[in-house]
């Protein structure tokens, strides 16, 4: 699996330059078009002020990119025409990377490139390498600025009214954002790599939200232009910054109108440091520890070992949150921790001390166990969260949390050499290669065994048999879908690519039949489905979509890319500095020492015990989803900790 993984992410630039020669639906020449061709009204002085101010502000967006480094993931699925679902995925590719936005935003831009007479297939991806740091040379990204900069920019040199020409369309709403919209063509004169389409700007502050079109080129070279629907989120106060675009071609051989392909690119994690060339030693200081020292017990030996382990758990779990893989400490993560007790309480089982888990931001289907954390990827949770009561929605997730839960208890633990904190003082481009987390063959046969054993519980019972569904559903994907089955950093659900077998095969037996014409039956879901995340805080939060009926089979679309749609609000500030600074912390302690999470500034949430684990034969917790923050009220708080 891995070196499938390997030779696919090998192959980005190839891969690119093969989807660049997908045709695109073609807009007129600009250059033959005239200025009244506009299907919009002429601006009002308020339409035109406002404009004003969303030129002003999105060259302060672009200053604030050029000072960040975040984490950038996209992925993209290849589609082909199905009788019975309209259309599939027959290939994918998944790309990770840390984007260093100064060093693609000072470079050539499309019309440079042009002029300097670029010839050859490889169009605007021929002068891509260096721009963007992959995390290791495995996932090395080859984008330059035209390719993928300006899907998050609407021009990175010259958004103004002297190169664009500008026509209101009407009053709209983005979540609560009262927006103006506004479509947009280049003026005159040299339009290849301009922006041609729609704004939807914000009206309290003028900042551009939303926009979506292409970037015009000429009759000859229109196909290196991809449509894409762009958004952003209010992070702070007065600042909104690209979090995710859509991207979809036409099949233009379908009689059918399917796609070609379709992607997605999300931005997460710019409150990153910009990364350096080697790690640097930071001095941190604890605030509001107290010395309890005199009242401390001497530690046995197993006690230490398992204090040894710890280390190592707790050092590599905080190196990956500092380089963006995991979610900042969410409500959501405390709803899967109380999964993982009920697992145990349910079978009568004791652990030394609790299972936490967190939530790795990314696509892939994965999950690991590091030491007693738990980690389920983004992508695993949003396409297992299918839609009904509160219940129903975790049931596909004991399942694999039970995966996880049987390596812990059967001592399947991480190298404790990394509680060396020596071992984990490497740049954040290196996170991968540095430290490989995925369980052995072995280990997993054993995890695999055992999780059926958890599951046994007739309390249980509906978790196995929808996870068995679940897993029919992605047997008939996987193939297809290699990218998105092969792990970053963890445990794949896949065992055997060959035999298109599962290490929880013996669950599909259990489910029901497979049926795609079935209704009532949604064996996966798309992909972001379920969780959305702020791309300032990296802190999760659960969506909470109103129910869309299925009228035919084409609307299950299982592990699909699907269009972005966000919830977007204006930023709401931590009421007082006392509920940033317990935002600020990863976790506290109560008079009796237990851990205590805090919650997310601003959301009025007093902090709560973490979840101790039940004893023998204690009930199991209460797993109900309780509200989340709205999607979309995201930036509400700093990082649970200071990344260094």
């Known amino acids: 699996m891995r070196n499938l993984r390997r030779s696919c992410i090998a192959g980005v630039a190839a891969t690119l330059l093969t989807a660049s020669t997908v045709p695109a639906l073609a807009f007129p020449i600009l250059g033959k078009k005239k200025k009244d ?245 930071v001095d941190v200081e604890v605030q509001g520890a107290t010395d309890v020292s005199n009242d401390a017990q001497d530690t046995s030996p197993l006690g230490a070992q398992r204090a040894w382990v710890q280390q190592a758990e707790d050092n590599v779990v905080n190196r990956l949150f500092q380089a963006g893989l995991l979610d900042a400490p969410s409500d959501f993560d405390k709803i899967l921790e109380q999964v993982a007790g009920n697992i145990l309480a349910y079978n009568n089982i004791q652990v030394a001390r609790p299972i936490r888990v967190r939530t790795l931001l990314t696509e892939p289907l994965e999950s690991l166990a590091i030491g007693n954390t738990i980690v389920l990827s983004k992508g695993l949770i949003d396409t297992t969260a299918i839609p009904g009561n509160n219940n129903e929605q975790v049931n596909n997730l004991y399942a694999i949390i039970a995966f996880q839960v049987a390596h812990i208890i059967q001592g399947h633990r991480l190298d404790t050499k990394y509680a060396f904190n020596d071992r984990l003082l490497f740049p954040d481009t290196s996170t991968f290669e540095k430290i490989p987390m995925h369980h052995t063959d072995k280990d997993n046969e054993e995890a695999a065994k055992k999780a059926l054993e958890l599951l046994q519980p007739k309390e249980l019972n509906d978790a196995g048999s929808q996870f068995g569904l679940y897993l029919a559903e992605l047997q008939t994907r996987s193939k297809a879908l290699t990218a998105l089955n092969e792990p970053m950093v963890g445990d794949s659900l896949v065992k055997d690519v060959k035999t298109n077998t599962f290490w929880l095969q013996p669950l599909i037996g259990k489910g029901p039949k497979l049926d795609p014409n079935d209704l009532k039956q949604n064996a996966a879901m798309p992909l972001s489905s379920f969780l959305r995340f702020d791309p300032w805080t990296d802190q999760v939060v659960q969506m909470h979509a109103s129910y869309e009926p299925l009228l035919s089979s084409r609307d299950k679309m299982p592990f699909e890319v699907t269009p972005v749609y966000l919830k977007l609000s204006y930023y709401k500030p931590a009421a007082d500095g006392a509920a940033a600074a317990a935002a600020g912390a990863n976790a506290t302690t109560d008079a009796n020492g237990n851990a205590i999470s805090a919650p997310p500034a601003g959301t009025g949430t007093t902090a709560v015990p973490a979840q101790a684990q039940p004893s023998a034969g204690a009930p199991p917790a209460d797993t109900t989803l309780t509200p989340a923050p709205a999607a979309g009220t995201t930036g509400t708080a700093n990082p649970p900790a200071p990344r260094q």
């Not at 470079?107 to 740091?133: L, P």
């Not at 080129?217 to 958004?231: I, L, N």
Request: glycine share 6%.
């Open 37 to 281: 061709d506009l299907p919009a009204r002429k601006l009002t002085p308020t339409q035109s002020a406002l404009l004003d101010k969303a030129i002003a502000r999105e060259q302060e967006v672009i200053k604030v990119i050029q000072e960040r480094a975040p984490l950038v993931e996209t992925y993209i699925q290849n589609m082909k025409p199905d009788p019975a679902l309209l259309q599939v995925p027959v290939s994918d590719q998944h790309f990770l990377g840390r984007v260093e936005f100064k060093k693609v935003l000072n470079g050539e831009t499309y019309e440079t490139v042009d002029n300097h007479k670029a010839k050859g297939k490889m169009g605007f991806f021929k002068n891509s390498v260096s721009f963007i740091t992959g995390i290791n040379k495995s996932f090395h990204l080859q984008f330059n600025e035209v390719g993928f900069v300006q899907m998050i920019l609407v021009d990175a040199h010259g958004f103004d009214k002297t190169n664009y020409n500008f026509g209101f369309v009407r009053n709209d709403f983005l979540g609560s954002v009262p927006t103006m919209v506004f479509d947009v063509e280049p003026a005159k004169g040299s339009s290849r790599g301009r922006f041609f389409g729609r704004i939807w700007v914000e009206r309290r502050n003028g900042n551009i939200v939303r926009f979506n079109g292409s970037f015009a080129g000429s009759e000859k070279d229109f196909r290196e232009f991809y449509h894409f629907d762009s958004w952003r989120t209010n992070v702070q106060e007065n600042l909104w910054l690209p979090t995710s675009f859509y991207v979809e071609e036409s099949d233009p051989k379908s009689t059918e109108n399917t796609v070609k392909f379709k992607a997605v690119n999300h931005v997460w994690g710019y409150a990153l440091k910009v990364p350096t060339s080697d790690a640097e030693n």
